[in-house]
């Protein structure tokens, strides 16, 4: 009994010590995540040199490097793209629906991690 005693406290915090462990940034915030839906313009590269670049809808809870909810409107950039992402989503013209996670530490800081297929006659607010 008292053994778990020790070991509970120790596994609940375990967690937060992995959350607080990657980057090597200035300050331990946690990678920020977002959903967005946009349209594939373009995409190249392998690896960590991987880019696609999205016109994307509005993330109105975007938050800059300071961790102020500025919020990003419409726009066409390049994100990063995670080893886990399936390419072939990512194709030219292919409407989809994207989860990117933001680590001001890393290049790029925005890196898709997800990537779903959209219907073509989604309706996008670019
Ligand atoms: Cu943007």
């Known amino acids: ?45 392998e690896g960590d040199a991987a880019r696609a670049t999205i016109a994307h809808e509005e993330i109105p809870t975007f938050k800059d490097r300071k961790g102020r909810e500025v919020g990003m409107k419409p726009m066409q950039m390049a994100f990063g793209i995670g080893s886990g992402v399936d390419r072939a989503v990512l194709a030219k013209g292919n409407k989809v629906e994207l989860v990117v996670e933001v680590d001001w530490s890393r290049e790029p800081a925005l890196m898709i991690t997800s990537a779903k297929a959209l219907p073509a006659d989604t309706a996008l607010k670019l």
Do not use: Q
Request: aromatic fraction near 2%; glycine fraction near 18%.
């Open 1 to 45: 009994m008292s053994a778990l005693r020790i070991l509970l406290p120790l596994l609940l915090l375990l967690p937060v010590a992995v959350a607080c462990g990657g980057g090597g940034g200035e300050k331990a915030a946690a990678t920020d995540k977002y959903e967005v839906r946009g349209e594939v313009k373009d995409v190249g590269g």
